[in-house]
């Protein structure tokens, strides 16, 4: 498996909005996505934390370089203050309860 962990920042009032374009159950991300958590901060409401893990790093990087991506990206940076801060490696450890 294969993943990425993005820091984001909503613009006010955009939080849902930009929660509902990364919803796995709505079909809003690729298909070779596993697992997806969207974390929220106490200290600051419209920064979220995104870790999304994708079957292999092929998977991923086959979506993330698509014409598909880059349209729902430019959508999703919409709703940001400024663009994403993205983090790629290896998921070692994946555990779900």
């Keep these: ?10 613009k006010p009032g955009m939080l849902g909005k930009l ?13 070779s996505a596993v697992s ?5 901060m106490d200290a600051d409401p419209n ?3 995104v870790v999304a893990i994708s079957e292999s790093r092929e998977a991923y990087r086959a979506y993330s370089e698509s014409a598909e991506s880059h349209r729902r990206f430019l959508k999703m940076r919409e709703s940001l203050e400024s663009d994403p801060e993205w983090h790629d490696g290896d998921v070692i450890r994946h555990e779900a309860t």
Excluded: F
């Design 1 to 10: 498996m294969y993943g990425t962990i993005a820091k984001m920042k909503a």
């Design 19 to 31: 929660s509902g374009m990364l919803d796995l159950q709505s079909g809003h991300s690729p298909g």
């Design 36 to 40: 997806l958590s969207i974390v929220q």
């Design 47 to 49: 920064e979220i934390w």
